[in-house]
């Protein structure tokens, strides 16, 4: 999902997408008169989309994908939204056509707090960036964080209490911190709680 003001024109509008997908340049499209938008839902004056966003994010933006097709966009607020929906779209977003697509304000104010990093970097600094951390997602380093997952994942499943509602939202949280903790850092966190505990 990406985002942009909503008195701003289309970033991309559809006659990129429709080119990209047939592979051509987006330098070769005549740009359309109007600009216009993508298809989205209907919406609620100066509050868009944002009640059933809040309420149920992932049901929303499943139905706005399979209603309105592969790019669509909504409000919330003032800021306008876009969601793509395609792999080969997606891919071209944030592999094959990424220097046309800016990490947007929200990445652009973070710099000031999270610094000149993968995530809020562009061009050529984030091609640097990338290039150091994708040696950690080599097929061998991937085998060896696969077997550390199911491990967790296990334990974790191990300790679900049969007929008990749980929060699986906070628990998948706990989940992925655990894991993440122990791939990149080689901490236990269940361990570091139960001896902390002690």
Not at 38 to 65: D, N, Q, Y
Request: hydrophobic residues 35%; positive net charge; glycine residues 8%.
């Amino acid at each position: 999902m990406m985002q942009n003001t909503v008195n701003r024109k289309c970033p991309f509008p559809h006659e990129w997408f429709s080119a990209a997908k047939s592979g051509i340049n987006r330098s070769q499209i005549q740009p359309a008169v109007n600009n216009t938008l993508p298809p989205g839902p209907k919406e609620i004056p100066g509050l868009g989309s944002t009640v059933p966003f809040r309420l149920a994010p992932h049901r929303f933006l499943l139905k706005t994908a399979s209603t309105h097709g592969p790019i669509s966009t909504f409000t919330m607020g003032k800021k306008r939204f876009y969601l793509v929906d395609d792999a080969e779209l997606i891919r071209k977003i944030l592999v094959t056509d990424a220097d046309l697509f800016a990490r947007g304000r929200t990445l652009e104010k973070a710099r000031t707090f999270l610094g000149e990093g993968l995530i809020t970097s562009n061009g050529a600094h984030h091609d640097a960036h990338r290039k150091t951390l994708q040696g950690g997602f080599d097929p061998e380093f991937l085998k060896a964080y696969s077997d550390t997952i199911v491990s967790l994942s296990q334990r974790f499943a191990s300790g679900i209490i049969e007929n008990k509602i749980v929060d699986l939202d906070h628990e998948m949280r706990t989940l992925t911190m655990g894991i993440v903790a122990k791939v990149f850092f080689g901490v236990d966190i269940d361990q570091e709680k139960s001896e902390l505990g002690d």
